[in-house]
């Protein structure tokens, strides 16, 4: 594996655990209200084929990112509807 490689790793999975923090964010403020579930949702899907594609591609440089970012946006997902607040009307 050469340093481009290792690099592009690192920086994808910086960039991927930024999912991780914005669900803390949630869970910390029992809130979602600011968070939009349709385009977590698109962005879960789009993860879980993208992830799929490297996989068969075997190209472990995205694969393992794809996997990390799809782990946040999961958290995100899920800490999103636990904590949606109903709106009373």
């Known amino acids: 594996m050469d340093i481009l ?3 592009v790793i690192g920086i994808n999975v910086i960039v991927s655990l930024s999912w991780f923090l914005q669900a803390y964010k949630i ?5 979602s209200k ?7 949702s698109i962005v879960c899907v789009g ?5 799929l594609y490297a996989w ?20 995100v997902l899920v800490t999103s509807i ?8």
Do not use: C, T, W
Request: charge should be positive; charged fraction near 25%; hydrophobic fraction near 55%.
């Open 5 to 7: 490689a290792v690099l």
């Open 27 to 31: 869970h910390k403020n029992r809130s």
């Open 34 to 40: 600011d968070i939009s579930i349709p385009f977590v």
């Open 47 to 51: 993860l879980i084929f993208f992830a």
């Open 56 to 75: 068969r591609e075997q190209d472990f440089v995205m694969f393992i990112p794809f996997i990390i970012g799809l782990a946040g946006v999961s958290a």
């Open 82 to 89: 636990i904590y949606r607040k109903k709106v009373k009307k």
